[in-house]
């Protein structure tokens, strides 16, 4: 069992940045894979970027490639979203979540465990 925990979400002009966290606890964390997805009213939720167990592999949805970074500290049993250059297409409620396997999915269903989510609103 794991559990996430995200903060860091709020209200940002369009071009600023954001840094989201989600802290896990309960089982080994180095052990999952991690992604954060984001889902806006009226959509379905969407992968936004992934992260190997090690930290080593990263992966970016195209819309946010060069613009979100993901990044993990297994000492600290967290993984980051680093969000600049945002834009209003960006908000939504974004979450982390984790995946037993050693390559993290962009589909939901893969996932085996979520956060409770972080509000994100981009104002233009």
């Known amino acids: 069992q794991v559990q996430l925990v995200e903060s860091g979400g709020g209200l940002v002009q369009a071009g600023g940045s954001l840094r989201l966290s989600c802290a896990a606890s309960?089982?080994?964390?180095?052990?999952?894979?991690m992604g954060w997805f984001r889902q806006a009213p009226g959509k379905e939720r969407e992968f936004v970027a992934g992260i190997t167990r090690s930290g080593a592999s990263t992966y970016y949805a195209d819309s946010v490639k060069g613009r979100f970074t993901i990044s993990r500290d297994n000492a600290k049993n967290t993984v980051y979203l680093q969000m600049n250059s945002l834009k209003p297409e960006d908000t939504a409620v974004y979450s982390c979540?984790?995946?037993?396997?050693?390559?993290?999915?962009?589909?939901?269903?893969?996932?085996?465990?979520w956060g409770q989510g972080t509000q994100v609103t981009v104002s233009s």
């Open positions: 309960g089982r080994t964390f180095s052990t999952y894979a």
């Open positions: 979540a984790a995946d037993l396997r050693i390559i993290p999915k962009p589909s939901p269903g893969e996932y085996d465990y």
